[in-house]
């Protein structure tokens, strides 16, 4: 399974980005898909996760109301709509998708991904 990440970029302050997260390989069976990110010198921290069957969502306290993440399961993709950019959202953000064993309390630990993408540059400017 492949993960492919695309859509950051350079905005600024208040403005807005998708990011995106193709599959491909072998069909993917993870129970949950999530966004993670890592800024220069700091660990990669959780971001917002999504369970397969839409029923949970969860977001990071960071950008719970300006985040949406969302999943199309007939194209396995994964989406991250960001609003309400700040600078502190500069990172690079990663998609992930667990094995299909995750419960719902460890859906927030990046060690309960297996498959991650490339990842892909957000820079928010002041």
């Known amino acids: 399974v492949q993960l492919q990440a695309s859509g950051g970029g350079l905005v600024q302050a208040g403005g807005s980005l998708t990011l995106s997260c193709a599959t491909s390989g072998r069909t993917l069976t993870s129970r949950f898909m999530g966004w993670f990110r890592q800024a220069p010198g700091k660990e990669r921290e959780f971001v917002a996760t999504l369970r397969r069957d839409g029923g949970y969502t969860y977001y990071a306290d960071s950008v719970k109301g300006r985040f949406t993440i969302s999943r199309d399961n007939t194209r396995n993709t994964l989406s991250l709509l960001m609003n309400s950019l700040k600078p502190e959202d500069t990172a690079v953000y990663y998609c992930?998708?667990?094995?299909?064993?995750?419960?719902?309390?460890?859906?927030?630990?990046?060690?309960?991904?297996?498959?991650w993408g490339q990842g892909t540059q957000v820079t928010v400017s002041s």
């Open positions: 992930a998708a667990d094995s299909g064993r995750t419960i719902l309390s460890e859906a927030r630990n990046p060690a309960r991904y297996i498959y």
